[in-house]
């Protein structure tokens, strides 16, 4: 069996004494789209966080392709392979499109190149080049988020919330974005409330309640069961 891009086992971790996460195992296979499922405070974004870096875990492992990665440092995982779009989108508000892309050109890629991901993906973007950031629409601000993720040449998208404060037909425009991005072999973790969209370019998936992975499964079976899930019935 090939070595998955990401894999997570019996992961802890806590704010203070309040523990959130709770013994959580998960896979993501290599060039796979995983949608992690379920409701507000699950533990999902935590999830992502301590994956990421961004916080500690109490206990358990993370492996990255392969490579223990516990508690390593943001620019260790970022030099794995890793690339986290957080939550809120992180723009800079008042720098223009282009001044936003020309900061991933200081680590290491070409302006040139940057441009190039960015417009290819978002040609949105191209468009609104000189224009602040911070007027930007929230979809294009969100575009803006990943094409920055996507100038690093990733091996591992982590996506959180991409359809926060988003109208539909954006949301729907993003995720077809997220399944072009697969394509081309980038393995994604795509965490996300409101799940059909997400199920729908996913090629598997997970739902998270009360710090617990509790089902994974293909989208199908997931669509069927998540209902249950969610309401403790398959807990």
Known sequence: MAVPILEVMDLHAAYGRIEV??????????????????????????????????MEATSGDIHLAGVHVSNAKPDELARLGLTTVPEGRSVFPNLTVEENLLLMSYAGVSADQVFDTSYSYFPRLAERRYQLAGTLSGG????????????????????????MGLAPLIVEE????????????????????????ALRVSDYAAVMTGGKVVATGEPSEID????DVILGGAA
């Open 21 to 54: 996460l709770r013994g959580v195992d998960l896979r993501v296979p290599r060039g796979a789209v995983v949608a992690l499922l379920g409701p507000n405070g699950a533990g999902k974004s935590t999830l992502l966080k301590v994956i990421s870096g961004q």
């Open 174 to 197: 993003l995720y077809e974005t997220v399944a072009q991005i697969a394509r081309t072999g980038v393995s994604i973790l795509v965490v996300e409330q409101f799940a059909q969209t």
């Open 224 to 227: 069927k069961i998540m209902a």
């Open 140 to 163: 294009e601000q969100q575009m803006l988020a990943m094409a920055r993720a996507l100038t690093s040449d990733p091996a591992l998208l982590l996506l959180d919330e991409l359809s």
